[in-house]
């Protein structure tokens, strides 16, 4: 080979060589890709390329009686503090300090359960906890040894703070003693059995667990690194402690972290990569009211795993919102959309290059709601005014009252009044101070609150004697001012209010005049038993049926050797009854015996109102057997109160024919007594029945220009003013 095709093979060689390696370096990289780490790089490359994302369905609207919107929806944005999404090797506490300084620099808020308070001198706020948020800081003391023992130690000391239980029988006799725990396995026993609401800041103190040791405890748990501030420390054990109550229960790993955020903060995220951030679609509830609060009720997060475990099949994320209270949580199911799910493509920068749904999100549906805005918003009013007005000459900042409205006949609830109330579009920032005010604003007094019915009863004991035959219309008995049990006369006695006696009183006249003398032989007639079988068929000491929460109440019983029928029925002995139930009982009576359970829902729909998917139910539960007589003869008697009677001046400006009832519901100690009325309109043929009681109001007759009010305004045309009675002279 001469000297040229030396040069030339070296040539061919060298372009061989420059063209093979690459190759041979490319199949080598082919190989090891698309068959040795195949699984990893297609899992890889899934999620950097193709993400499944949930789309949010947006949450039903509640509407009142004729279509008018009272809550609704606003799209928005919230920020969520994902784990995962952090790179391997990161410290998430770097992450999460980062963004949650530019939240501060931007003046969004965020909320952490750990019940320290955010800035020093720092000290609990446990009282602003619930008790099943008690119940996971619980849980979560186990995962910090030094609090957990302490805390024990103190229960080893003061073992009446913890639920007492027996001893398992394996635990007794010669088994225990092989098997005796130590004083720091018993103070942990003892720990799981404190009551949540035995939870206190002087019990974490006193146990030697001061804000400052826990939050020094969990720095050293969480990694916190030496050189954050107190204060940068704090802000993230705050979501380091929410991520961890995750873990406790599950693998989830994320955590709203803001909600309601605006594009200038969304561009702020994606322009600064910030780690562990995503933002999702969401809607925040939208009041069209101020009104009706403790109907509509308010939306929460879950408080506990195992709430949220009964339902996550039924399409739910541990971080979703849920109705809590009032109408959003008793017609959830109607109100819950079903979420819909996106495929979202992505380059290698993470930037968004295509989209599909694989599921559409159904929205929730339209729930109307029995009551009318602006008649509710009249009986709050009203309600307010008699309050204040009490409160004005006798100040009491924990006086409630609470008013309930009942279509006769359907068992429709037209208004529902509380007071003092609370506005549903700062629920959020208030909670804590609503939580501890002392005139309980968040209690709902016109179905959950329980009071004496008093006189109120007389109608029922009334219609009760007649029906039973214990009396007729036309008997008269003799009010000599004090009814005396027969055999024991000197021990056992009612007094009537109008001491010298009312004289000769039939069934009509002795509703008129309240006639105590008159019921106490009627309950003594009757018995208990008769009594406790009418007041069940009225409803009384039931639930009413209502959809939010009620309290039932209380019958009347005998003590162990004592007859307290003559008592109870004219509304004393200890009987308790809520202004919603004592408003249907009403309505049961005037509409002939038609007994319905109240409710709140008018109709449920479609989101697109094409199909109606429920209807509040109008049936009776069970109807009373009434002769027209008898009823006739009750109404006339609560219709004399109105217009010969002691309500006569009261309601001369009543635009409607109505008949009435007060009651003075006595409390046993030394505070005044509440006020209890009841009323129904028109007199003829009665549409409404109302109930109202005030806490420590005195004499029922003062509710009467309330009530006359109340009945003023449903009535009254809506283009003509509420009309509001003078305040005469207050009767007893």
Known sequence: MDRKEMQNARLYFLLIFI???????????????????????????????????????????????????????????????????????????????????????????????????????????????????????????????????????????????????????????????????????????????????????????????????????????????????????????????????????????????????????????????????????????????????????????????????????????????????????????????????????TNSEGKITGEYYSVEPEPGGIVELTIDLDFQQAVEDILAEAVERLNDTDYDETRGAGAAVIKVGTGEVLALASYPTFELSTIRQNIGELNTDPGRPMFNRASMGTYPPGSTLKPFTAIAALEHGVTTLTERIRDTGTWRYPGDEKNSYANCWYHAGHGFQNIVQAITNSCNYFFAEMGYRMGMDTLREYLTMFGLGQPTGIEIGERAGLLPENPEGQNQAPWAAFGQSSQLYSPLQLANYVATLVSGGRHCQAHLLKAAKTYDNSEVIATGNTEPVNIIPISDENLQAVKQGMRGLVTTGSLASHFRNCVVTAGAKTGTAQVYSNVKTHSVFVCFAPYEEPEIAVAIAIERGGSGSILASTGVNILNAYFTPKDVDTVITGENQLLP
């Open 19 to 345: 063209v093979l390696l690459p190759l041979v370096i490319y199949l080598g990289v082919l190989y090891d890709t698309q068959v040795i780490h195949y699984e990893d790089y297609s899992a890889r490359a899934s999620r950097s390329i193709a993400r499944p994302e949930k789309v949010e369905a947006s949450r039903g609207i509640l509407t009142d009686r004729n279509g008018r919107v009272l809550v609704s929806n606003r799209s928005t944005y919230e920020l969520t503090f994902d784990a995962s999404l952090l790179p391997s090797g990161s410290d998430s506490n770097d992450a999460i300090l980062r963004l949650l300084e530019l939240c501060q620099s931007q003046g969004v808020s965020w909320s952490d359960a750990l019940p320290i308070s955010r800035h020093a001198p720092y000290v609990y706020t446990l009282e602003t906890l619930t008790n099943a948020q008690k119940k996971r800081f619980l849980a979560y003391l186990k995962t910090l040894p030094l609090s957990y023992d302490a805390l024990g130690a103190y229960l080893l000391r003061h073992p009446e703070l913890t639920v007492q239980e027996e001893p398992p029988e394996d635990l007794e006799g010669e088994a225990a003693s092989e098997t005796t725990p130590t004083p720091a396995e018993r103070g942990r026993a003892l720990v799981d059995r404190l009551p949540a609401g035995n939870l206190t800041a002087s019990l974490m103190n006193d146990a030697g667990i001061t804000p400052a040791q826990l939050l020094k405890e969990m720095r050293g748990t969480l990694k916190i690194p030496e050189n954050y501030t107190q204060a940068q420390a704090r802000s993230v054990l705050g979501i380091q402690y929410e991520l961890s109550l995750r873990r406790l229960d599950d693998t989830y790993e994320t955590y709203v972290l803001a909600d309601d955020i605006d594009t200038a903060f969304i561009s702020m995220l994606s322009d600064g990569d910030y780690l562990g951030a995503k933002v999702t679609h969401s809607s925040v509830r939208e009041y069209g009211t101020d009104y009706a609060a403790h109907i509509l009720g308010y939306m929460g997060n879950f408080e506990t795993w195992d709430e949220y475990s009964a339902v996550k099949d039924q399409g739910y994320d541990y971080n979703d919102s849920i109705g809590r209270t009032g109408a959003e949580r008793a017609f959830e199911n109607y109100l819950k959309g079903t979420d819909g799910y996106r495929i979202v493509s």
